[in-house]
């Protein structure tokens, strides 16, 4: 068990552009979230998948953002066009798919979009 | 709508001295509810979940407890140590509507002294 991982650590872009991140959550795992944080806030939930099932987005989450888990492991998170007001910490979090238990987060992807 | 609730937003206390952090929630269905440590800049690492039949969990220095009737969970921290310095949020995993997510609160921002 290596933990939930997330790439990159960090990542600067400027307006407009796209961006990607990529969650690998621990292997047994079969539940696999996404989370934003902005400063001084807990995290948001922005969508969440149940092997390859996307199961729930979040109304945060606008049409500029994708998340995929094509193969029911690594996800990957996309925003298209990106806005300063996406500067954020982006957190993966990953969990079984029993309701009771703990969901494990990794050390998160922080955006600042210039 | 569910509400999470942290008091204080921030807290500073000498090393060595018992504390109290608070969280309230607002609807009691709740499979569970997790205190988190959060430092800055870093993902989130889970303390303590309470299931919402138990009333209280314990691992070393902390104690967390659960009163789900009245919507109300503490976190008890015995003697502080500077390395206790971190951001501390509560979640709750509610029933219905969304099936995955974790509500999280602003979190507690303490600050042990030495």
């Known amino acids: 068990d290596t933990g939930v991982s997330q790439n990159p650590r960090h990542k600067i872009t400027k307006r407009g552009q796209n961006v990607t991140f990529r969650c690998d959550p621990i292997?047994?795992?079969?539940?696999l979230y996404w989370y934003r944080q902005t400063l001084g806030q807990g995290p948001e939930f922005l969508t969440y998948?149940?092997?390859?099932?996307?199961?729930?987005k979040s109304r945060l989450l606008s049409d500029r953002f994708s998340a995929e888990r094509p193969k029911g492991s690594f996800s990957t998170l996309e925003i298209q066009r990106t806005e300063q007001g996406d500067s954020a910490m982006y957190l993966c979090?990953?969990?079984?798919?029993?309701?009771?238990?703990?969901?494990?987060f990794g050390p998160g992807t922080r955006l600042t979009v210039l | 709508k569910q509400e999470v609730t942290q008091i204080p937003a921030a807290l500073s206390v000498p090393e060595g001295e018992n504390l109290v952090l608070n969280c309230s929630f607002t609807?009691?269905?709740?499979?569970?509810l997790q205190w988190f440590r959060q430092d800055p800049g870093k993902g989130l690492t889970s303390l303590l979940l309470?299931?919402?039949?138990?009333r209280e969990q314990t691992s070393g220095r902390l104690n967390a407890s659960l009163d789900k009737s009245s919507g109300r969970s503490t976190l008890y921290i015995a003697a502080s140590q500077p390395g206790d310095s971190a951001t501390y949020l509560c979640?709750?995993?509610?029933?219905?509507?969304?099936?995955?997510?974790?509500?999280f609160g602003k979190g507690t921002k303490l600050s042990v002294k030495p």
């Open positions: 979090a990953s969990s079984t798919y029993r309701e009771t238990d703990t969901q494990y």
């Open positions: 292997s047994e795992h079969n539940r």
């Open positions: 998948f149940q092997n390859e099932a996307q199961l729930e």
């Open positions: 609807d009691s269905a709740i499979y569970n």
């Open positions: 309470i299931q919402s039949s138990q």
């Open positions: 979640a709750v995993k509610e029933y219905g509507g969304s099936q995955g997510n974790l509500i």
